[in-house]
């Protein structure tokens, strides 16, 4: 059973910094993509940032500049640094990763967790 955690989210003033990571467990055989989705207040789930192994990251253009995805194969860990924090990146961070496992693939899902951006 493969399962993705992330953890870091929490309260901070705008122009703060936070790292989110995601940790991965179970019978991985191979990580085909790695993913930073949010889903802000009342609006849809957004795409943040990307990682593909052996190719360079691909971001969201309100986060260019601020947000960096970055990965630990070693540990199964993805990274999201976020930098100059604003209020309208309140949301609630998911972790993705498309994966091939013993027997099967396909993508799986972090719980979430929250981010809030004061002013």
């Known amino acids: 059973?493969?399962?993705?955690?992330?953890?870091?989210?929490?309260?901070?003033?705008?122009?703060?910094?936070?790292?989110?990571?995601?940790?991965?467990?179970?019978?991985?055989?191979?990580?085909?993509?790695?993913?930073?989705?949010?889903?802000?207040?009342g609006q849809q789930r957004e795409l943040v940032a990307t990682i593909i192994p052996g190719n360079s990251p691909n971001y969201l253009d309100s986060v260019k500049g601020r947000f960096t995805i970055s990965t630990d194969y070693a540990k199964k860990t993805m990274y999201l640094q976020m930098n100059s924090l604003k209020p309208e990146d309140t949301a609630v961070y998911y972790c993705n990763?498309?994966?091939?496992?013993?027997?099967?693939?396909?993508?799986y899902w972090g719980k979430g967790t929250l981010v809030t951006v004061s002013s």
């Open 1 to 41: 059973q493969i399962q993705l955690v992330e953890s870091g989210g929490g309260l901070v003033q705008a122009g703060g910094s936070l790292r989110l990571s995601c940790v991965a467990s179970g019978n991985i055989v191979a990580i085909n993509a790695m993913h930073w989705y949010r889903q802000p207040p």
């Open 97 to 107: 990763e498309v994966v091939t496992s013993w027997g099967s693939s396909g993508a």
